[in-house]
């Protein structure tokens, strides 16, 4: 238990924490405070009155040099928080503030009783006092934190847009009752707090509402476009990360030389080249001109996707080749690479011991970049093959502006992004002992 003391006292002094830890032992909480307000004037301490009568003799003459006034109470209450910040951390010192009164209350006497009313902070607790589990918890209250305040961002963005969504559904020829009806209908003529709030908590409820122009329940309409999205993205990405990581190390161990010259040429103009413009060549070469692949999506065709899977792996692999050959050749140049050259390692045993596995974390960041972007969806290539995914609904309802449909699909983005930047910030912890000994080390 003198653990979970000690990591309570290090947490509480935090702002975030203190909150969350009030929350989560409400009960004891509510109680501490009442019982603080009570007795707070009635703790007395012999050790700690002589201290801050010296501590406010110290006071009265700094302010006489300074030739400023301080009345006895404010000389009081400051040497009282002098005295707090002294011994906060002391546990052979009463302080008689509230931190220490709330932790004598959780962690003195009736161990079990206190436990049984506060046991989400004992769960929390138990996750910081492993470190590995205090870091991903860490990374997931942050992703929730960026999730929140993405939608109140898209959602001011669209409240505050100047398209109007009554007018642009309806018509020109819509009347006044007609939009008015429109607008009750829809609670857009609620103040900006309120409709921000029922956003956020229809976000975490999983009710989003109805589209404006469809009426469709928008959780449905965005969850039956993922499965294409997230097919499309693994598939690229599997084909792109086998092509672009091989030709990424031969790049660059063979640097400089005409192989080098070439595929760094073709990755140049795989990054260069846009997507619908590729996607409308690959049409016109495949499809029209020699009729061997199908030239929009059809779902029972498993055919048309070939050519959408080449124009999204086309880009990714030419920035994961790109990146490849510049972190391999960053890692080629320390000493214990030709250390191990020097051991009589061949080629094959140097790259995949000691270059590849110091040179994949950039690697893997930007993979987490592109995966995040992709299954968020690739509006363009979407539309160039009338793939019906998520990028493309988003753009399709974000011009009416039709703000439950938006909020969907930004929500849904937004927790891509945040799972796959938890997966990178995991993996990053695996794979480097650096950042590993960090995380153990920190308080």
């Not at 309570?8 to 909150?19: D, P, S």
């Not at 819509?174 to 609670?187: L, M, R, S």
């Not at 110091?358 to 160039?384: D, K, R, W």
Request: charged share 15%; hydrophobic share 50%; aromatic share 10%.
């Amino acid at each position: 238990m003198n653990h979970y003391q000690q990591a309570f006292k290090r947490l509480y002094n935090k702002t975030f924490y203190r909150i969350l830890f009030s929350l989560l032992s409400l009960p004891l909480f509510i109680y501490a405070i009442c019982k603080y307000l009570i007795i707070a004037d009635k703790i007395t301490d012999p050790a700690q009155t002589s201290e801050i009568e010296e501590i406010v003799a110290a006071l009265k003459q700094k302010y006489i040099f300074l030739e400023q006034h301080r009345s006895d109470m404010q000389l009081q209450k400051e040497a009282h928080q002098i005295y707090r910040r002294r011994y906060r951390n002391n546990d052979t010192k009463t302080t008689n503030d509230f931190t220490s009164f709330y932790q004598g209350i959780l962690f003195k006497n009736l161990i079990a009783l206190k436990i049984i009313f506060a046991i989400p902070l004992f769960i929390v607790l138990s996750f910081y006092l492993n470190p590995m589990i205090r870091y991903i918890f860490e990374r997931i209250v942050m992703a929730v934190v960026v999730i929140i305040g993405v939608i109140v961002v898209v959602f001011t963005i669209l409240y505050l847009s100047p398209l109007d969504a009554a007018y642009s559904i309806l018509g020109p020829d819509a009347t006044k009752a007609q939009i008015h009806q429109f607008n009750e209908a829809h609670h857009l003529n609620s103040p900006y707090l309120v409709q921000l709030w029922d956003a956020i908590k229809g976000v975490f409820t999983f009710d989003l509402g109805t589209t404006y122009k469809g009426n469709e329940v928008v959780t449905h309409a965005v969850a039956s476009r993922i499965p294409i999205t997230l097919l499309l993205t693994v598939i690229a990405l599997i084909i792109a990360v086998v092509i672009a990581i091989p030709i990424g190390v031969v790049s660059a161990l063979k640097r400089n030389s005409w192989l080098d010259v070439i595929l760094m040429t073709l990755a140049l103009i795989g990054l260069s080249i846009p997507n619908f413009w590729q996607g409308l060549l690959f049409i016109l070469a495949f499809s029209l001109k020699l009729d061997v692949l199908p030239p929009s999506y059809m779902p029972d065709n498993p055919l048309s996707l070939i050519l959408p899977v080449l124009v999204i792996g086309t880009a990714i692999a030419a920035s994961i080749t790109r990146m490849t050959r510049s972190s391999v050749l960053e890692i080629m140049r320390n000493d214990y690479v030709m250390t191990a050259y020097a051991k009589g390692l061949s080629t094959t045993q140097v790259v995949t011991r000691h270059i590849l596995k110091n040179a994949i974390i950039p690697i893997i960041t930007l993979i987490g970049l592109l995966v995040a972007e992709l299954l968020g969806g690739s509006a363009v290539t979407e539309q160039v093959f009338n793939i019906n995914g998520i990028g493309r609904y988003i753009v399709q309802k974000q011009l009416v502006p039709d703000i439950p449909a938006v909020m969907g699909g930004v929500v849904y983005i937004s927790i891509v992004i945040s799972l796959v930047n938890l997966a990178i910030d995991i993996f990053y912890a695996i794979v480097d002992p650096k950042l590993r000994s960090e995380i153990k080390e920190r308080e």
